[in-house]
């Protein structure tokens, strides 16, 4: 089980990989759309890669709620508990 | 003692001898896309992979592009439309219920009295059909059978939606499945997922609609069906893309390998790739996810054409037979996925 921190590092280089956003811009308050502006398609390529990496489901309802960063990162980590 | 009596004799394998397409001719652009939704061209390419959509006129309709497509594919495949043994139109935008789209068809091309009928597999109708007369001309059914796939999207879409209207085009592709010294077409990979029913579709039934309708017979105000939601009374198409989108690249990745395993190939095989044209991201990701060789050339007819739901494999292959004489006779993997949700895949010796 991994900790918020490496779960935040690991999610970061997911999101390099998906956009080219430098891995430090992928804080914890950050919003995906507002701020990373990572759209629809691009975050559900996140979603699919993020599952894989961490051995978790992550259900096409819960995207929509996965809003920050922070959310994601908590999701993650509730369920890999 | 009970009479023997025949049943038909079956033939070992089939294959595509033609390939035709009907292209509308009034050229949608995304800045007049931008007119209707708040986007901009750099947006829409960047998303989608579009540049333009091609759409019908107000006087082509439906059976026009698929007589059209039709008639190309019979010159394609050398044949006369007196020799079809059944004809099979996949379509979800023919304005009748009944009858059908296939047997007006028939009528038009000249192929009566073959048996004749509409399938509703939305973006996979044209792997239906191919899956059909596959088994139509092997089991001896018929000799030679007509696959269209046609669509008038540009009928069920509105303008000011964001979901999948703007993805949308119209056109009509063909092509006849007839006998084979060789096999030509590859085990059937198809089936359903009705779980996701409501992913893609229309916002109401025209039973709603007909409701609506003797309401505003009876009352000023027929708008009460759609009251309160963004949906015009005419039903148009919706999706989720983001269910849509996992869906159309994880799991028809996994049946696109599927149906090269059924195959006995490998993508290293293929000449060619020709995906449902839904959006360039999943044909993108789809490549990814499927590892296909650089060498093996990709339909991206999206690019110029927009979604044609049924009608874009047929279209985009026949785009790159003329483009790629040289793929003819090569092995080519084609997959249809969408409302329904639906999905069909089989590897084709191109035509």
Not at chain 1, 25 to 53: C, G, P, Q, R, Y
Not at chain 1, 56 to 70: G, H
Not at chain 2, 10 to 36: A, K, L, M, Y
Not at chain 2, 308 to 334: C, F, H, V
Request: aromatic residues 6%; negative net charge; contains cysteine.
């Amino acid at each position: 089980m991994a900790s918020n921190e490496e779960i935040l590092a690991g999610l970061a280089e997911i999101v390099n990989e998906e956009t080219g956003l430098e891995t430090e811009a992928v804080e914890m308050d950050k919003s995906f759309t507002e701020d990373l502006d990572i759209d629809s398609i691009s975050m559900m390529t996140i979603v699919v890669n993020a599952e894989e990496k961490f051995d978790v489901k992550i259900p096409d309802e819960e995207v929509k709620n996965l809003k920050t960063v922070a959310d994601a990162v908590n999701f993650i980590a509730g369920a890999q508990a | 003692m009970t009479a023997v009596m025949n049943q038909t004799a079956s033939r070992e394998f089939s294959r595509i001898h033609g390939v035709g397409s009907f292209r509308p001719d009034v050229i949608v652009t995304n800045d007049d896309v931008c007119q209707w939704i708040d986007s901009s061209d750099e947006w829409i390419q960047q998303r989608t992979g579009i540049v333009t959509r091609a759409r019908a006129d107000a006087d082509t309709s439906l059976l026009d592009m698929a007589e059209g497509a039709a008639r190309s594919a019979l010159a394609s495949a050398g044949i006369e439309a007196s020799q079809i043994g059944a004809v099979i139109v996949a379509t979800v935008t023919f304005p009748y219920a009944t009858p059908s789209a296939a047997s007006a068809l028939a009528d038009r091309i000249g192929a009566t009295p073959a048996p004749a009928f509409d399938i509703s597999a939305a973006c996979a109708g044209y792997c239906y059909g191919v899956a059909q007369a596959d088994a139509l001309v092997r089991s001896g059914m018929a000799e030679y059978v007509l696959v269209v796939g046609a669509e008038k999207l540009s009928d069920v879409i509105d303008n000011h939606e964001r979901t999948i209207s703007f993805l949308l085009g119209d056109g009509a592709g063909a092509v006849i499945v007839g006998p084979s010294d060789i096999p030509g077409i590859s085990p059937s990979v198809w089936g359903s997922d009705g779980s996701r029913w409501n992913a893609i579709g229309m916002t109401h039934s025209q039973l709603d609609l007909r409701d609506a309708v003797l309401q505003a017979e009876s009352s000023p105000d027929g708008t009460a069906l759609v009251a309160g939601t963004e949906a015009q009374l005419w039903p148009t198409l919706r999706q989720d893309g983001q269910t849509v989108f996992r869906w159309a690249v994880w799991e028809m990745a996994k049946m696109a390998k599927l149906a090269l395993e059924k195959a006995g190939i490998t993508a290293e095989d293929l000449v060619a790739f020709i995906p449902h044209q839904a959006n360039m991201r999943i044909i993108d990701e789809m490549v990814k996810q499927l590892k296909v060789p650089e060498k093996v050339i990709v339909a991206r007819d999206i690019a110029t054409s927009g979604n044609t739901s049924a009608a874009s494999i047929p279209m985009a292959m026949d785009n790159m037979l003329k483009e790629n004489p040289e793929l003819s006779g090569g092995l080519a993997l084609q997959i249809g996925f969408g409302a329904g949700l639906v999905f069909g895949a089989q590897v084709v010796v191109l035509p």
